[in-house]
């Protein structure tokens, strides 16, 4: 019995002896994995920073193609530095019935970009905050929006969504891409270039070639249209500012000496507009359809040639006029204007330096991994990726010079304008809406082409050149004032709370307007002094002072950080 029980206590000595090495191999073997996927910091290793991943992303912004990023060029790229694709999703339909769906059911993707809804997203916290994700994961974020990431703070001190376009120097853009009258060159060219600036100069030219020109192509010419369709009802809305000779600041002007600022929509700055379109309307000038047709058939009907004229900002209306361009016919493209109500007046289309920061994009809680996300905006903030964004790749999409100054060949600049070749390189996906500069780089090169001058002007075309000639114009730029010093510039980004009585005002005044002005531009002559006076009568029933006193305090915050 004793020598039994001896051996038995052997073999359970040996089998647990077994099983510790056994054990102790497996450890061995998870640190090895450890080791190959975690450095002695305790950071992950650059083989599991490339593991494959996809993030959805929605852009509210604007209305494209939906797509996976690696099937650009720029997105391929971005995913053999990163390991990460993104499968890309646009706005079809309306903006605030889209997040609203994606707000009630809490599901949300990866990455959004709300636009003019962030401040719904924001107050149903459905952006994660980002400071612990910078200050762990994101040097090269940290350095490209650099002094601006205490701006960026919500008061609760933390930082939930990424502006684009910080400010890193200002360069004016020789080309306008901001507010302005548009007038179809075949009626300039007509005229002998006439030099006009009001608005009743403007109307006068259209009519005139209207009458004599009924129709374009077998189709009836368009005098004027207009884009009302959804979140861009501004377009509409904002020219009693620039006809007074203010920026866009939203829906108020500006005190330059009080910095007050006071809403427009209800006073004769708007009145004298709306009465001008009700006058053009009677003429059969105004296009019909502009209180019913949506973003792309606006866009089309100006890529048809048949518009003569319409206002709007050209970042806007740039994929049309990059159609008229490939279509080869300068008398059919756009000559933008400033124009204003009196001779008087100094325009003020071209914005001062300035930095919206209430648009962005931002994590979602649904994210499923927020580190490997911000990461890849982080690569993507790198310098030489900033310009593979906007400029694309040395010796396909641009050149350097011997100074190291960056330039575009005829040939590139056709290129880079075919909005086909932009959307398979990835310029209409990763040029805006992502985290980016604007300005300067370190090299002295503009971020944007556009805005570099030897682009602007080598990409002109005999047309171009013509028109530019008879206005005594290097650039087109050059027809407008240059921009006064505005520090709060632009009010519109001004944040409003929602549920607040500012915000209440907006919604209230956007849906007063969208129900007034149609009657106010489209109803007989005759009604147009009882209409103004009901929709004026309704809309001072609204909390006005609430909202001013919003954008004012803003504004003036805005004025005493700029003296820091």
């Given at each position: ?7 038995v ?39 599991d ?21 690696n ?83 919500a ?18 853009n ?10 179809q060159?075949r ?26 020109h ?33 920026p ?20 004769e ?55 008229l361009?490939?279509?080869g ?52 903030a ?26 575009r ?47 602007a ?7 171009d ?9 290097k ?49 007989p002559?005759?009604?147009?002094d009882?209409?103004?006076k ?22 003036k915050?805005k ?6």
């Amino acid at each position: 019995m004793i020598k039994g029980g001896r051996g038995v206590r052997t073999a359970r000595k040996k089998t647990w002896g077994i099983v510790f090495l056994c054990l102790m191999m497996i450890v061995a073997l998870a640190g090895c994995k450890e080791s190959a996927s975690v450095d002695n910091k305790g950071n992950p290793s650059a083989a599991d920073d490339k593991k494959p991943f996809t993030f959805t992303y929605f852009n509210a912004g604007t209305s494209k193609k939906n797509i996976e990023a690696n099937q650009t060029k720029i997105g391929k790229i971005f995913e053999e530095q990163t390991g990460v694709n993104v499968k890309m999703e646009f706005l079809v339909g309306d903006i605030n019935t889209k997040i609203g769906t994606m707000i009630a059911s809490g599901q949300y993707p990866d990455v959004l970009v709300p636009d003019i809804a962030i401040d719904k997203v924001l107050d149903a916290k459905a952006f994660i905050p980002l400071n612990d994700l910078i200050d762990k994961h994101a040097p090269n974020l940290k350095k490209l929006y650099g002094p601006y990431l205490e701006q960026l703070k919500a008061k609760d001190g933390n930082i939930y969504f990424l502006p684009f376009g910080v400010n890193h120097g200002y360069i004016p853009n020789p080309d306008i891409d901001q507010g302005a009258f548009w007038i179809q060159r075949r009626v300039l060219k007509e005229s002998g270039y006439p030099k006009i600036k009001t608005l009743d100069e403007y109307f006068d030219l259209i009519a005139k070639y209207k009458e004599k020109h009924p129709e374009t192509d077998g189709k009836p010419t368009i005098g004027f249209t207009a884009l009302t369709y959804d979140w861009r009802f501004f377009v509409i809305s904002n020219p009693p500012a620039h006809l007074a000779g203010y920026p866009n600041d939203g829906e108020v002007i500006v005190d330059m000496k009080t910095h007050e600022a006071k809403v427009y929509g209800n006073g004769e700055y708007t009145k004298r507009w709306l009465k001008k379109l009700n006058e053009i309307n009677a003429a059969g000038l105004f296009d019909k359809e502009a209180f019913v047709a949506n973003y792309d058939e606006y866009l089309a009907k100006i890529a048809s040639g048949r518009v003569l004229g319409f206002f709007d900002y050209g970042w806007q209306v740039n994929q049309a006029l990059n159609s008229l361009l490939q279509a080869g016919n300068d008398d059919l493209r756009y000559m933008p204007l400033p124009i204003v109500f009196d001779k008087n007046i100094k325009d003020q289309y071209i914005d001062p330096p300035s930095f919206a920061s209430n648009r962005g994009i931002g994590i979602t809680v649904s994210a499923k991994d927020p580190v490997r996300i911000i990461k890849y905006f982080d690569n993507m903030a790198k310098e030489e990726n900033q310009k593979l964004m906007t400029w694309g790749i040395k010796g396909e999409t641009y050149e350097v010079d011997e100074k190291g100054r960056f330039y575009r060949t005829p040939e590139q600049i056709k290129k880079t304008s075919d909005e086909q070749f932009r959307e398979q390189f990835g310029f209409s996906y990763f040029e805006w809406y992502w985290p980016r500069g604007n300005g300067l780089f370190s090299d002295g090169n503009a971020w944007e082409p556009r805005r570099q001058p030897e682009v602007a002007q080598a990409s002109y075309t005999e047309g171009d050149k013509q028109i530019l000639a008879a206005y005594g114009a290097k650039v087109f730029s050059d027809l407008f004032a240059k921009p006064d010093e505005r520090p709060w510039y632009p009010a519109w980004s001004a944040p409003i709370k929602q549920g607040s009585p500012a915000q209440i005002y907006q919604q209230k005044k956007q849906d007063l307007q969208r129900k007034y002005f149609p009657k106010l531009v489209l109803d007989p002559p005759s009604k147009f002094d009882k209409n103004w006076k009901e929709y004026v009568k309704e809309y001072n029933k609204l909390d006005i002072k609430a909202f001013e006193d919003e954008i004012t305090k803003y504004v003036k915050m805005k004025v005493e950080q700029s003296k820091k």
